[in-house]
């Protein structure tokens, strides 16, 4: 396999604890030192339930906050459900930070 496959992914859930995601997420962008495109997966997640109590149908809020902050670290691959609605909120945050001197 050529190296120019290959992506990165912390894989949030799976196993860990609730701090080890919030853990994962605030250091994202150390893979991006790697020169590899990083996915984040952060849709529903079960660990966002474990943090604030919504139900699944009502994590979306959340899970739009860790695809904007995986942004600003710089992960360009972000794995959702909710398609449109992450489109947009990263798509925002990705012209801010453009604006960002």
């Not at 799976?14 to 590899?36: D, I």
């Not at 489109?87 to 990705?94: C, D, H, S």
Request: some cysteine; aromatic content about 2%; glycine content about 8%.
């Amino acid at each position: 396999m050529d190296a120019v496959q290959v992506v990165l992914d912390p894989g949030l859930g799976f196993g860990k604890t609730v701090e080890h995601n919030l853990l994962l997420l605030a250091g994202v962008g150390r893979f991006t030192k790697l020169r590899r495109p990083v996915l984040l997966g952060v849709s529903r997640k079960s660990f966002i339930g474990k943090l604030l109590g919504p139900e699944v149908s009502a994590r979306l809020p959340a899970a739009l906050a860790c695809a904007c902050l995986a942004v600003k670290a710089g992960v360009r691959l972000i794995r959702t459900h909710d398609v449109a609605e992450t489109l947009q909120a990263v798509r925002m945050a990705e012209a801010v930070l453009a604006r960002r001197k």
